[in-house]
């Protein structure tokens, strides 16, 4: 068993055209050829991990987002209406207008009102009801990777905002 062992571990020599005896062993396109497909596997990986990385934070985000929408319903049970464009989602953390029916804070932290890239959902009041707005991997608002939810669900960013209850008046989800 030893000697088949090292039999099978013997360099294999071989005669070339000119006679000359060679050790058997990898061409030089040979290791191109595999390092080449190594480089695309590793491009291939690579490249997977960091769009999951994108997907996660972007369902972070929308997560995020509904859990927003959950605290302004509530804080719309409790005030009798939702905050204004004006008052923003702080009035989820301190009283906007001194309301004796405010149950807040809704939130104590700062991060609880931001996308996963920390970045701070804007806040608007529309005529169809509470819209939210994420800026997105690259943070600047009014590109095309923001992230826009109405009412709790994910709608296209750059749908135009129907005015009317901005103001602070009643709108329902």
Same mark, same amino acid.
């Given at each position: ?13 071989? *005669?070339?055209?000119? %006679? ?16 080449g ?5 590793? !491009?291939?990986?690579?490249? %997977?991990?960091?769009? %999951?990385?994108?997907? !996660? ?8 987002a ?31 207008? /001194?309301?004796?029916?405010? /149950? ?5 932290? &700062? ?10 959902? &804007?806040?608007?009041?529309? !005529?169809? /009801?509470?819209?939210?707005v *994420? ?7 009014g ?15 750059? &749908? ?7 103001? %602070?008046?009643? !709108?329902?989800?």
């Amino acid at each position: 068993m030893i000697n088949a062992l090292r039999s099978r571990l013997a360099r294999v020599r071989y *005669s070339t055209p000119q %006679g000359v005896s060679a050790e058997a062993g990898f061409t030089l396109l040979e290791i191109i050829i595999v390092l080449g497909i190594l480089g695309t596997l590793m !491009a291939v990986l690579i490249g %997977g991990i960091g769009s %999951g990385g994108t997907k !996660a934070k972007r369902k972070e985000t929308a997560v995020k987002a509904a859990n927003i929408q959950a605290k302004l319903l509530q804080y719309q049970s409790d005030v009798g209406r939702f905050p204004s464009t004006a008052e923003g989602l702080q009035a989820l953390m301190t009283n906007p207008g /001194g309301s004796a029916k405010w /149950g807040g804070p809704y939130f104590t932290a &700062e991060d609880d009102i931001k996308d996963a890239w920390n970045n701070p959902f &804007e806040y608007e009041l529309t !005529a169809k /009801g509470n819209k939210l707005v *994420s800026a997105g991997p690259d943070s600047q608002a009014g590109t095309e990777d923001d992230f826009s939810f109405l009412n709790g669900r994910e709608t296209e960013a750059a &749908e135009p905002a129907a005015g009317g209850a901005a103001a %602070g008046g009643q !709108a329902n989800p």
